[in-house]
């Protein structure tokens, strides 16, 4: 059975640091497009960051540019994400995700984690 589990989650007070992990479990991913999305209370899911299955290519979205990192160990089966700089509006359930296209900003999503609570307080 495939899983995806997110780690790292967690309050932090505004200008602080995060670091998400999701480690995949059942099948190797490293082949594979991987990224995150996030959901706040209310709002629709949205993309926030991805990267090739090589890592050469990642994207992020306009509202975490530079402060956000996105990384990938494919011998561990896991996709990482360094937040820095959180502001409030980060607070959100972050996902991961997994594509078999090329990004998973644009070809669809195969596999998604079940999230972890991010709270980001003023």
């Known amino acids: 059975q495939v899983q995806l589990v997110e780690f790292g989650g967690g309050l932090v007070q505004a200008g602080g640091s995060l670091r998400l992990s999701c480690a995949a479990s059942?099948?190797?991913?490293?082949?594979?497009?991987k990224g995150w999305f996030r959901q706040a209370p209310g709002k629709e899911r949205e993309f926030v960051a991805a990267?090739?299955?090589?890592?050469?290519?990642?994207h992020y979205a306009d509202s975490v540019k530079g402060r956000f990192t996105i990384s990938r160990d494919n011998a561990k089966n896991t996709v990482y994400l360094q937040m820095n700089s959180l502001k409030p509006e980060d607070t959100a359930v972050y996902y991961c995700?997994?594509?078999?296209?090329?990004?998973?900003?644009?070809?669809?999503?195969?596999?998604w984690g079940r999230g972890t609570q991010v709270t980001v307080s003023s």
């Open positions: 059942g099948r190797t991913f490293s082949s594979y497009a």
């Open positions: 990267i090739s299955w090589s890592g050469g290519r990642i």
């Open positions: 995700a997994v594509s078999m296209g090329w990004s998973v900003e644009t070809d669809g999503i195969n596999y």
